[in-house]
């Protein structure tokens, strides 16, 4: 078993930044990829962003490329997401997730709400 644990939402206003942060424990030696999705009230969870730990490579949603990060720290078994340059159409509830692959996430964390005000 994995266990992540979000931190770092809060409220901000547009052009605004964030950094959010999932600490996992527990197996993590099987976990092979970290993700970022979110949820907005009234609409479906969308992916957001994901990192593959031993290449370290990274993909994005069209949707914040070019404005969020998303980095790790291996030693910490940390995955961040820096969000820049934030739009009220980001607004959502981020969860942080975990799986064995880049297409397949099995441990998920409670979430983190972000707002972001025009």
């Known amino acids: 078993q994995v266990q992540l644990v979000e931190s770092g939402g809060g409220s901000v206003q547009a052009g605004g930044s964030l950094r959010l942060s999932c600490a996992a424990s527990g197996d993590t030696y099987s976990v092979a990829s970290m993700a970022w999705f979110r949820q907005a009230p009234g609409k479906e969870r969308e992916w957001v962003a994901s990192?593959?730990?031993?290449?370290?490579?990274?993909f994005y949603a069209e949707s914040v490329k070019g404005r969020f990060t998303i980095s790790q720290d291996n030693a910490k078994n940390t995955v961040y997401l820096q969000m820049s340059s934030l739009k009220p159409d980001d607004t959502a509830m981020y969860y942080c997730a975990a799986g064995p692959s880049l297409d397949k996430y099995n441990y998920w964390g409670q979430g983190t709400q972000v707002t972001v005000s025009s």
């Open positions: 990192v593959h730990r031993s290449t370290r490579a990274t």
